[in-house]
């Protein structure tokens, strides 16, 4: 007899707890996310120029980096000379130097890599920067 009420007790309680956990469908929202994938080249540069302006430390121009590097695109050189602005700012040579070595990994080919490294030579030059192929080459 305790058995029959015990499994009773069972079969029941999950009606009641599923009942009340579940919210009508018609209540439930899902947030996107993806919340940036409609967004425009355009957009994206003008983000990251304004989110690495306003890095304040290693971490967050690292987590930028991070989070810029990971779409499916090559960042602007805008975008790019913001990065390595910030990298400097906060006092980080390394990771300056690093920004050159993600442009060469996104880029297709070499003339790519090559008319980044000409259009952001002011930059580095400005800032003291070189690429890794320019520390050790000699």
């Given at each position: 007899?305790?058995?029959?009420?015990?499994?009773?007790?069972?079969?029941?309680?999950?009606?009641?707890?599923?009942?009340?956990?579940?919210?009508p469908f018609a209540a439930v929202r899902h947030a996107s996310s993806?919340?940036?994938g409609q967004e425009s080249f355009e957009a994206f540069s003008e983000?990251?120029?304004?989110?690495?302006?306003?890095?304040?430390?290693?971490?967050?121009?690292?987590?930028?980096?991070?989070?810029?590097?990971?779409?499916?695109?090559?960042?602007?050189?805008?975008?790019?000379?913001?990065?390595?602005?910030?990298?400097?700012?906060?006092?980080?040579?390394?990771?300056?130097?690093?920004?050159?070595?993600?442009?060469?990994?996104?880029?297709?080919?070499?003339?790519?890599?090559?008319?980044?490294?000409?259009?952001?030579?002011?930059?580095?030059?400005?800032?003291?920067?070189?690429t890794k192929e320019e520390l050790y080459s000699s």
């Open positions: 007899m305790n058995s029959r009420i015990l499994s009773s007790v069972l079969r029941a309680r999950p009606l009641a707890v599923r009942r009340i956990a579940t919210p993806d919340a940036h983000r990251y120029v304004a989110f690495f302006q306003g890095a304040e430390d290693l971490f967050e121009v690292q987590r930028g980096l991070n989070n810029c590097f990971a779409h499916d695109l090559v960042p602007s050189p805008g975008v790019i000379e913001a990065a390595l602005r910030a990298a400097r700012r906060v006092n980080d040579y390394a990771t300056a130097v690093r920004i050159f070595e993600g442009i060469k990994e996104k880029v297709e080919n070499k003339q790519q890599y090559q008319a980044y490294l000409d259009e952001l030579k002011p930059i580095k030059e400005e800032l003291g920067i070189e």
